[in-house]
Structure formats: C-alpha cells, structure tokens
C-alpha cells in the first residue's frame, strides 16, 4: 500500500513538472515571437501545407528577425511508431550545414596566427595527392580538386562499416585529382575531412570539443551533439525515407566515423538561429573573417564559384544571402541567411529528400522579406514574353542558343499550349534567385497565374540567350 501511494505521489509531481515545463516553453515561445500576427498566421500555413502535400514526417523551425530569434516551432510528427510529436526542443541533423562551423574554427585558428588560408595542405596533413599545391582555403571553398566521397543522395552498402577520417583520405585523397587545385569548382565532403584534421593538428584538440568551447558554449547553443559516433537518442527526431511514392520507412544511420567535419552535427533550429544571429551581428569571429567567409573565391584565371567558406552566396531577389543545406541519411535542411537584412531561416526535417526542406525554407524567406513592387526590368519582361508566347504555342528562335531552341520542338510547343493557355496571363512574374554555373547565369523566376504557380528555371550565355527555359508546376 505505502509503495502505491508513493507512486502515485512520484506520479503527481511528474505530471505537475510536465505541467509547468509546457508553460515555461509556451512562455518563451511568445516571448521571442516578434512577428507580426498575420505573417506568422502565413508561415504556420505555410509550413502546415508543406508538410500535408509532400507527406514529409515534421520540420522544425527558428526564424530570426531584426537580428533576434522571433519565432521557433515544431510541425509534424519526429517519430511514426508509435507516433510522436514535433517539438522545438528535439534535436535533428543538420548535414552539411556542419561546414560553416568547420570554417569558422579554421578561420579562428587563423586569426590566432596558427594557420594562413594560404597554406598548403601538406603543412598539416602529409602524403595527400598534390598536397604541396592545395590551400587551405581551397578545400573551404570546395576548389581543391579532391573527389568526394559521399555523392549519393542515398546511403551506399559500404557506408554501413565504420570507418576513419584518415581511412577516407586513404581511399580518396591519395588519387588523381579531378582538376587542376583553383580551376573549377566541384563540391566535395572530403575537403572538409581534411579540414577537420588540420584543426584537430593545430589545435591539439578533438574538432567537436574545440568547436564546444571555441563556439557553441559562447554562443549559448547548448543542444549541439556530435552524431558521428553516436545515435541521437528517443527523445530527438528520428530520420526517415522512402523508394518513389512508398511509405516512409526508418532510415539506417552513416557508419561511425563517415561524417566527420563534413556533417557531424545535431541540433534544435533554435540553437542553429543562434548561429544564424552571431552572423547577422558578427559577434564570435572578427569582421576580416566573416568578410572573408562571405566572399566568394574567385577561380584562377577568373572564373566564378558563387561560394566562400562553407556558405554559398546567392542574391535573393535583391538581397545579399548565405546559404547552405544539409543532408545525410533520414534528415535534411536548409539554413538562409540574409545579413544585410537582420533576417534569418532555418528549416531542418526528418526526411532525405533536401527539395523540401530548401522549398519550404525559400517560402517562409519570401513571407519575411518586405516587398516593395519594383518596376520590373528589361530582363523581366524578356522572360513573361517568352512565357506568354509559350503560351500561344510560339517562340522566338533568335533569343535562344542552338540546344535551348532545339529543346522547343514541335510537340513541346503544343503540350505548352495547352497546358498554359487555359490560365490565361500571368498575374505577377518574380526573380527569385541569380547565380553562376557552367559559365552562364542560372536564374529562377516564380510565375503566378490565376489558380497556378510555376517556377522557370533559366540558364543564359554571356551574350545573353536562352541555353534554357524550363517551366515546372509548384506542387
């Protein structure tokens, strides 16, 4: 009898604490909430519809704002069975978003006068193909030539076995390299392994544990978990995926070991937006260094990359933005920064398909930036009137290179026909994306008509035509 009682007093208390925690998370939650009632109506919407039309287990979200964390919350469900519900507090893993912080401890390291960007990677870690040649700051900005060893957007058989940065090396930093060190740009996870050892040789320090002291406990981010070697526990998310339009099933975590500096963390959005704001103020590292991770590097002999260190660079719609997803096996996500405007997303889901975690993040990107209807440009008008003459089933040859015209035969011409002239004109046509790839200028509107969005993906040649004029529904 006494020991009934007695569980059912442990009982009390523990639903009394369960109580008061849910009311304390409540109460901070509306405490960092800044956004305007209706936009943050709008990203609930938004993030409800993302996950009702691509079937996608839950995403967890923070947003900052006026360089202040403004909203953070949970949809979905982290684990399927039994069912468990998305919270803000479960951590997930973030991939390759892991690369910036890999940056930030080089770039620490060398405001110490411990390294230089500039030197070899044979200084730090020997026997590696053209290690003499290769820079530091090569493998950063994904120019060094090194092939990748974790290219598929699936988990290979021999990923399963656990494995060791220097075993990856072994494997794929001691053959010929792909090109010449600084010529082309080609992403790469091995450079951030190799990366991750000349932190851990400069610094006499395990990586996880110098990023823990060096950047996560300074930044309050308290979550951070060094998955490599471990799972994440119950209590996060777990990952999922599925063949075609199949069920999700439980993803099988990368073998320890596999992922390295290139992708070893886990972490709330809420504490990835705390990164996100020592960005916006650069409050960890000194103004050289930010400006020298957000600048993009430059090919020899001129070429662009459209990346820094460990952040991509995009102009979005205007606006100067860092960029970067993640994905490993059973999770992906997406983190934009637009610094010059105080805001930033972050988007991390429990499932290996990084279109919607990149989508979603992009949606709640255009909900926050102020629209100001700028007149549109020459460019623009260029691009509704190939659309609208694809409409009636025509085009104008003469703004289209060989292959970009060749793309628009006969039949293709008819299925756009009929497929876009029962929406009648399109209501309003916007650039939401510009950048370099292939030596030509990739960029990708949003056309909304009437009961329809489309995005148009273009790619243009230095002289301007149209290499291609993609048009595809936004499911």
């Keep these: 009898m006494r020991c009934g009682n007695h569980r059912s007093r442990n009982s009390s208390i523990f639903h009394v604490f369960l109580l008061l925690t849910s009311l304390l998370w409540a109460q901070v939650t509306r405490a960092q909430t800044m956004l305007a009632p209706e936009v943050h109506a709008n990203i609930d919407e938004?993030?409800?519809?993302?996950?009702?039309?691509?079937?996608?287990?839950?995403?967890?979200?923070a947003i900052v704002k006026d360089g202040k964390i403004a909203y953070v919350q949970a949809y979905g469900d982290a684990h399927l069975d039994p069912r468990v519900a998305a919270r803000p507090e479960m951590r997930y893993e973030v991939g390759s978003i892991s690369k910036q912080f890999t940056a930030a401890a080089i770039l620490l390291l060398a405001e110490e006068g411990k390294l230089s960007l500039d030197d070899p990677v044979s200084k730090f870690v020997p026997a590696l193909t053209r290690g003499d040649e290769v820079t530091v700051r090569e493998l950063l900005s994904h120019t060094s030539g090194y092939q990748d060893y974790y290219p598929q957007d699936y988990l290979p058989v021999f990923m399963l076995k656990a494995t060791t940065s220097q075993s990856i090396l072994d494997r794929w930093a001691r053959r010929q390299l792909d090109f010449d060190p600084g010529t082309k740009w080609q992403y790469s996870n091995t450079n951030f392994v190799i990366a991750g050892l000349i932190i851990e040789k400069v610094s006499d320090t395990p990586l996880f544990q110098f990023l823990s002291k060096r950047v996560f406990t300074p930044l309050g981010m308290k979550s951070v978990a060094d998955i490599d070697q471990n799972n994440l526990p119950p209590?996060?998310?777990?990952?999922?995926?599925?063949?075609?339009?199949?069920?999700?099933?439980?993803?099988?975590?990368?073998?320890n070991g596999w992922l390295s500096a290139a992708g070893e963390l886990a972490m709330t959005a809420e504490d990835l937006a705390k990164w996100n704001v020592s960005i916006i103020r650069q409050s960890l590292l000194k103004p050289v260094s930010y400006r020298t991770m957000e600048t993009e590097v430059p090919l020899k002999g001129g070429?662009?990359?459209?990346?820094?260190?460990?952040?991509?660079?995009?102009?979005?719609?205007?606006?100067?933005?860092?960029?970067?997803?993640?994905?490993?096996?059973?999770?992906?996500?997406?983190?934009?920064?637009?610094?010059d405007d105080g805001i930033a997303v972050t988007v991390l889901t429990n499932q290996d398909n990084p279109t919607n975690s990149s989508q979603l993040a992009r949606e709640i990107v255009g909900a926050l930036i102020p629209r100001d209807n700028p007149q549109p440009t020459k460019q623009d008008e260029l691009v509704r009137k190939i659309l609208i003459g694809l409409s009636q089933g025509q085009i104008d040859r003469s703004l289209f290179t060989e292959e970009g015209s060749a793309y628009f035969s006969d039949a293709a011409l008819r299925?756009?026909?009929?497929?876009?002239?029962?929406?009648?004109?399109?209501?309003?046509?916007?650039?939401?994306?510009?950048?370099?790839?292939?030596?030509?200028?990739?960029?990708?509107?949003?056309?909304?008509?009437?009961?329809?969005?489309?995005?148009?993906?273009?790619f243009q040649t230095p002289d301007g035509k149209f290499e291609q004029y993609l048009v595809t529904p936004r499911e």
């Excluded at 260190?309 to 490993?328: F, I």
């Design 235 to 255: 209590a996060d998310a777990g990952g999922y995926f599925r063949y075609a339009l199949g069920p999700l099933r439980p993803a099988t975590k990368e073998g």
């Design 46 to 61: 938004i993030a409800r519809q993302m996950l009702a039309k691509t079937g996608m287990p839950s995403a967890s979200i």
């Design 415 to 458: 299925d756009y026909a009929a497929t876009l002239a029962p929406l009648g004109a399109p209501q309003s046509l916007r650039q939401t994306s510009i950048a370099n790839r292939g030596g030509m200028t990739f960029r990708l509107y949003t056309a909304t008509f009437l009961t329809k969005a489309f995005d148009i993906s273009i």
């Design 303 to 339: 070429g662009r990359t459209g990346y820094g260190l460990g952040l991509s660079l995009r102009n979005n719609g205007g606006h100067r933005a860092l960029e970067h997803g993640g994905e490993v096996s059973g999770f992906t996500s997406e983190n934009i920064v637009l610094p």
